[in-house]
């Protein structure tokens, strides 16, 4: 170290001046560097800051739209719901009156029926009411004989009116659908498997059997 003096006879120490100057410049470059480097991380705050802000904005409004689109799709569904419950309810409000006419038109249809039945039928009666009434008058069986068969005839001519036939098979071969064999005898003036005799007329309506005749049938005798 070389100590200078001064024209007053002062010592100056020309180290300690550098030394203090170079301290001086030194603590303000470290200000300046400890000045940035504070600067510097709060602008990276604030940017990361505003980053998360946009991210939470969007993921927000990603939120409200797919909740929105939720609930349009449960009022879309709802809906479609209320309409099938409604078209149900019709279905079944239809089908009851469809029943209901149905039911109504049979009835009509059977009355109608029964109606047309009692108009052919009572002319019947009729007869047996007046044939009844001249019995005790009646002087001979003949009259009473032609009245009854008077009477057969309209009641047969009533079967007829409704497609009504009669089964009455003597002397045809044995048919098992529309005969009820009673008994058999043995004989040979018919063919094994004939009607002999017939002791109750059968009836069918068209082609469906009402009764079977019940008849007796033959059979071959033994040698």
């Keep these: 170290m070389v100590n200078i003096y001064s024209k007053d006879g002062k010592q100056s120490d020309a180290n300690s001046e550098r030394s203090s100057e170079y301290s001086e410049s030194e603590v303000k470059e470290n200000n300046s560097h400890q ?121 047969d001519d009533f079967l007829g009116k409704l497609e009504i036939s009669k089964i009455d098979p003597k002397n045809e071969p044995f048919n098992p659908e529309e005969h009820q064999a009673m008994s058999v005898e043995t004989t040979d003036l018919q063919p094994p498997n004939t009607v002999l005799k017939v002791f109750q007329v059968g009836y069918k309506l068209k082609n469906r059997l009402i009764r079977p005749a019940m008849v007796v049938v033959s059979a071959k005798e033994k040698n």
Excluded: Y
């Excluded at 709060?42 to 939470?56: P, R």
């Excluded at 969007?58 to 419950?85: G, R, W």
């Excluded at 009355?111 to 044939?131: A, H, M, N, Q």
């Design 35 to 155: 000045g940035d480097t504070h600067v510097e991380p709060h602008n990276e705050v604030d940017s990361q800051t505003e980053s998360g802000n946009e991210f939470s904005s969007e993921h927000s409004e990603m939120d409200k739209s797919e909740v929105n689109e939720s609930s349009d799709e449960f009022q879309s569904f709802k809906q479609k719901i209320a309409d099938l419950e409604d078209a149900v309810l019709r279905e079944k409000a239809e089908n009851q009156n469809t029943r209901k006419r149905l039911h109504r038109e049979i009835e009509a249809a059977r009355d109608s029926g029964v109606e047309k039945l009692i108009r052919e039928f009572l002319p019947v009666k009729d007869s047996l009411d007046l044939g009844l009434a001249n019995l005790d008058n009646a002087t001979e069986l003949e009259s009473v004989k032609t009245g009854i068969d008077l009477t057969l005839k309209m009641i």
